[in-house]
């Protein structure tokens, strides 16, 4: 195995796209070892992607844009306004609570920022905010989307491990509802000292206006918010599969966007080839990665590492930290689905092992994962938070450091409390 992980980290080093260096290094280790013929290539990347399941991927990207074109965005950030744009630091509170909503329905964390950032960053600046500060709220609060059903990371760890989707979208809703409620809280503290403006002190305005005005906001960002409900409710009630939920949602979001009057026939099949684009991205990930996976397994990789893990400890929260050390590095390095779908095979029967539950330690593996989107090297939402923001990488990444402490602190509790992420899919499936 030393030749194929050689190959790995070359390739990976020399900037190779993670689907190739999968491919290319796997391709490379039969023909060298001679374990099975090279034709065994097409058979197994045609056999990773011979899943039912995997449907749901592109109709799932596809709902997200939709709705994000059908201008929904900012109906959800005027309702955010409505509920949280008056406290000391209103704008910063309506960009975490914005992230919320909108993670509901993309289910992605780069949507977030690039949806998000145009709107709320200028906005904030504008109300005497930090560029870099602005930035900072918007790129970490993106992380509640990868949690948040219909989570797309939950997605590809379930097709992976085997495990319950609807179980994975339910125990993922309260750390990525947890996450946003500790940033509302940081941000409450770190502008504890910030001037209240008239807009957020709502001036004069009584309360019957106020509240004529939150349930003319609400009514509006109704159709918005309506998308996880649709999506959840439909998987656990046992009225449609995964898979027939995203279908369900492609067309929600185009019927909304058809009588708002937001979409167009040419905008739609604009948006069909963008999804199309991104889910050939993720098909190829979990084709190769899918060889990758054979090749290890007639090795017996995952148990060696199972074994090994058992005779370095025989306490399952030692092993659970050093799985959290393991991710955290990993998610340095590699993008999130690509990196669970080569972990989940190696790491899950080792966390069986030691009496973990999948959903749990899908949470766990998740979530790792996805911090690595705010850090250096290849954190998509830094860079895309830099271009958006207009700040350097060394300006956002001093100003993440505080978000980032709180979301490890969340994630470490949901980490080893099982309960805290299990007990809604046991409370409603």
């Known amino acids: 195995m030393t030749g194929l992980v050689a190959w790995f980290v070359g390739l990976l080093v020399i900037g190779v796209p993670i689907a190739f260096v999968l491919g290319i290094a796997t391709s490379i280790y039969l023909v060298t070892s001679g374990i099975a013929p090279l034709s065994a290539v097409p058979q197994r990347l045609f056999a990773g992607l011979d899943q039912f399941v995997l449907m749901s991927i592109p109709f799932f990207i596809m709902s997200g844009a939709l709705m994000n ?31 919320l909503f909108f993670g509901g329905i993309t289910g992605a964390a780069t ?69 946003g409620m500790a940033l509302l809280l940081l941000n409450r503290y770190l502008l504890r000292n910030m001037p209240v403006t008239e807009a957020e002190s709502g001036g004069p305005v009584g309360w019957m206006v106020r509240a004529s ?61 963008a999804a199309a684009i991104t889910s050939a991205t993720i ?75 999948p959903v749990h330690f899908g949470v766990v593996l998740v979530f790792g994962l996805v911090i ?9 939402c830094l860079f895309i938070g830099c271009s958006v923001g207009n700040v350097t990488i060394e300006q956002l990444s001093r100003a993440l450091l505080p978000f980032i402490a709180v979301i490890f602190s969340v994630y470490l509790v949901f980490a080893f409390v099982p309960a805290a992420s299990l007990w809604l899919p046991r409370l409603l499936m």
Not at 290 to 302: D, M, Q, S
Not at 338 to 348: D, K, N, R, S, W
Not at 372 to 380: Q, Y
């Open 283 to 357: 098909m190829l990930i979990v084709a190769a990665a899918n060889l990758l996976g054979w090749v290890l397994a007639f090795e017996r990789v995952p148990q060696a590492v199972a074994d090994g893990f058992l005779a370095l400890t025989d306490n399952r929260w030692a092993f659970l930290g050093l799985v959290i050390v393991l991710l955290l590095i990993v998610g340095l390095f590699l993008e999130t689905s690509g990196a669970i779908i080569i972990l989940t095979p190696v790491l899950l029967p080792a966390a069986q092992a030691y009496g973990f539950d």
């Open 213 to 273: 005005g939150f349930l003319a906001s609400f009514r509006i960002a109704l159709l918005a918010l309506l998308m996880p409900v649709i999506i959840v409710g439909g998987v656990i009630g046992g009225i449609v599969t995964p898979t027939e939920s995203s279908v369900v949602a492609v067309v929600y979001a185009m019927v909304v966007g058809l009588a708002m009057r937001t979409l167009s026939p040419r905008t739609m099949w604009r948006l069909i080839a």
């Open 69 to 99: 074109e059908a201008q929904l965005t900012s109906r959800l950030v005027q309702f955010a306004n409505h509920l949280v744009g008056r406290w000391r630091g209103g704008l910063a509170q309506v960009n975490v609570l914005s992230s």
């Open 372 to 380: 690595g989107l705010l850090t250096p090297p290849v954190g998509l």
């Open 111 to 179: 949507a977030d920022v690039a949806a998000l950032g145009p709107i709320l960053i200028p906005a904030m600046e504008k109300q005497g905010y930090r560029r870099d500060f602005a930035t900072a709220v918007t790129v970490a609060s993106s992380l509640c989307g990868p949690l948040i059903p219909p989570s797309i990371p939950m997605l590809v760890y379930g097709i992976s491990s085997g495990s319950s989707i609807g179980a994975l979208f339910l125990a993922g809703a309260s750390p990525g509802v947890a996450v």
